[in-house]
C-alpha cells in the first residue's frame, strides 16, 4: 500500500463512452501525475501538476482531460478514445522538492481496455 | 530526451545467483531512481542516488552511479523468486518538474 489509490481498478469502454480515472493520495504530497503504460513501451508522462497547476502537458490528445481540485485527488476525463489508447493508467504523486525531482508514489493503476 | 536506457532487457537467473542490470541516461541529472513493477501493477520506488553520490545500499540492493560515463547500475543479491519483476531506472527532466523513465529490464528468477 503505497498511499495512492486509483479507481477503477479496470474499466472497458466504448470508443462514443465517457468516462472518468479517479486517483487520491494520502501522503501530503504537493505534485501529482499521470503516465500512461503501454505494452513494450516506456512509460509515458501525461500530465504533471505541481501546487494544483498544470505543469506539464506533454503533447497529450485532447480526448484525455485532466482535473486537478484539489492536491489530494486528481482525474483523468476521457471521451472518444481510440483502441491504441487502451493501456495501463498510472498515477503517481511526490513532494516537489529544491534541487530535483523527489520520490514518485504510484497507485496501482487503471486498466483501460477501448473496444 | 533525457531517457534512461537499461540494459539487457530481459534477465534470467537462478534463485541465489545475483543481478545487474544497468541504466545509461543523456543529460546531467540531480539524481537517478530505480523503481521496480510487478506485472500489471503500480511502480514501487527502491533507491534515489543523488549526482553526488557514488553508491547506495538499501538491503540487497546495491546502486552505483558513474556521472562521468552518465550510467548506473543495480545490483540485486542473493536473488528470490519474489524479486521476478521489471526494473526501470528514471532521471529528471530537464525542467525538473517530472521523471523520465526507461523501458526496463524484465528479471526472472526461478527456484
Known amino acids: 500500500e503505497t498511499g495512492v489509490t486509483q479507481t477503477p481498478r479496470h474499466l472497458v469502454m466504448g470508443m462514443t463512452n465517457k468516462k472518468s480515472l479517479k486517483c487520491e493520495q494520502h501522503l501530503g504530497h504537493n505534485a501529482m501525475y499521470w503516465y500512461k503504460q503501454s505494452a513494450k513501451k516506456p512509460l509515458e508522462l501525461m500530465f504533471v501538476?505541481?501546487?494544483?497547476?498544470?505543469?506539464e502537458n506533454n503533447s497529450v490528445p485532447s480526448r484525455f482531460s485532466p482535473e486537478c481540485p484539489n492536491s489530494s485527488h486528481l482525474f483523468l476525463h476521457l471521451h472518444t478514445l481510440q483502441p491504441e489508447d487502451s493501456a495501463l493508467y498510472l498515477c503517481?504523486?511526490?513532494?516537489?522538492?529544491?534541487?530535483?525531482?523527489?520520490?514518485?508514489?504510484f497507485g496501482p493503476g487503471t486498466r483501460l481496455t477501448v473496444l | 530526451s533525457q531517457q534512461g536506457e537499461e540494459d539487457p532487457q530481459a534477465l534470467s537467473i537462478q534463485e541465489g545467483e545475483n543481478a545487474t542490470m544497468n541504466c545509461s541516461y543523456k543529460?546531467?541529472?540531480?539524481?537517478l531512481q530505480w523503481y521496480r513493477q510487478n506485472s500489471g501493477r503500480g511502480l514501487v520506488h527502491l533507491i534515489l542516488i543523488r549526482s553526488n553520490e557514488r553508491e547506495k545500499h538499501s538491503g540487497r540492493l546495491r546502486v552505483t552511479l558513474d556521472t562521468s560515463k552518465k550510467s548506473s547500475s543495480l545490483l540485486i543479491t542473493a536473488s528470490r523468486a519474489a524479486d521476478t519483476a521489471s526494473y526501470f531506472c528514471a532521471t529528471d527532466n530537464q525542467a525538473g518538474t517530472a521523471l523520465i523513465f526507461g523501458k526496463g529490464t524484465t528479471l526472472s528468477v526461478s527456484s
Open positions: 501538476y505541481s501546487l494544483e497547476e498544470r505543469v
Open positions: 543529460t546531467s541529472i540531480n539524481n
Open positions: 503517481a504523486s511526490s513532494q516537489v522538492v529544491r534541487g530535483g525531482t523527489d520520490t514518485q508514489y
